[in-house]
């Protein structure tokens, strides 16, 4: 929805597995709240429920706030702190699912613009501690263009209790090869070890598993937004919903590895 400012909120529930964050397990979902380059700029918060759906408690999460110590950097416009959220499970195993949170226009340094961070959760909802992630650690492309803006948990792969992330970019990928090719978009599946870094990621690029005989390479737009398909072939791992702008949608089948099949 469109605020008097000119800006944007977009609402949504949590992705816990009980459905109910916080506030004593009282059976209702949480809800996300979510405003886009508002003042406060790029600001997140969780919101907790009653049985009646008026608000318990209104918790920010956004840098600066306690257990949150970081220095925003970030440009201005579209893609700040807050862009795609997701759950990861409860990856310190304290009893409260954590979070990855997307910042496609940090400025880290001269070098990095774009990280995410797990935000580490209290059962009380406010955040006990983070972790940064910058995209230089996923690609050695520092001009990696248009990542995370969309996210989506896809369910915990290789069974180590933590959820993996389909994470997009428009990145320019080219085969390599004669006839030279090249198609931008692609979908990097992120793993992730207890304390919030990376464990290993793999990439699926649109060029390698879309067919080239039948796309107009010159139209592609790339990728706008990923979601959860479910399991789609029966495999045991969940598949991804693609959206390519005005070319429609595709879904990608993953493995166990976050390889397409």
Do not use: C
């Amino acid at each position: 929805k469109q605020t008097n400012d000119g800006r944007y909120i977009i609402l949504g529930t949590s992705e816990s597995n009980d459905g109910d964050v916080t506030d004593g397990n009282n059976g209702d979902e949480d809800y996300w709240i979510l405003k886009l380059n508002g003042p406060p700029k790029d600001s997140l918060y969780l919101l907790t429920l009653n049985n009646y759906g008026s608000v318990n408690n209104i918790f920010p999460l956004v840098p600066g706030v306690s257990g949150f110590n970081h220095t925003k950097q970030v440009e201005n416009g579209w893609g700040g702190f807050g862009s795609s959220l997701v759950n990861l499970g409860d990856m310190d195993e304290n009893g409260t699912d954590d979070f990855l949170v997307s910042s496609p226009t940090e400025y880290l340094n001269e070098d990095i613009d774009g990280a995410l961070f797990t935000l580490f959760m209290n059962a009380d909802g406010s955040i006990k501690d983070f972790h940064i992630l910058d995209k230089s650690e996923i690609s050695n492309n520092k001009d990696l263009d248009y990542f995370a803006y969309s996210m989506a948990s896809i369910g915990d792969l290789d069974k180590d209790g933590i959820n993996e992330v389909a994470v997009n970019t428009n990145e320019l990928f080219s085969n390599g090869i004669s006839p030279y090719t090249s198609e931008p978009g692609g979908v990097y599946v992120l793993f992730f070890n207890p304390e919030g870094s990376l464990k290993k990621w793999s990439l699926n690029t649109l060029l390698s598993f879309r067919k080239m005989d039948s796309l107009d390479v010159g139209s592609n737009t790339g990728i706008y937004a990923l979601e959860n398909a479910g399991d789609l072939d029966s495999n045991g791992v969940d598949d991804v919903l693609i959206d390519h702008f005005e070319n429609g949608i595709s879904i990608l089948y993953l493995n166990n590895e976050g390889k397409a099949i």
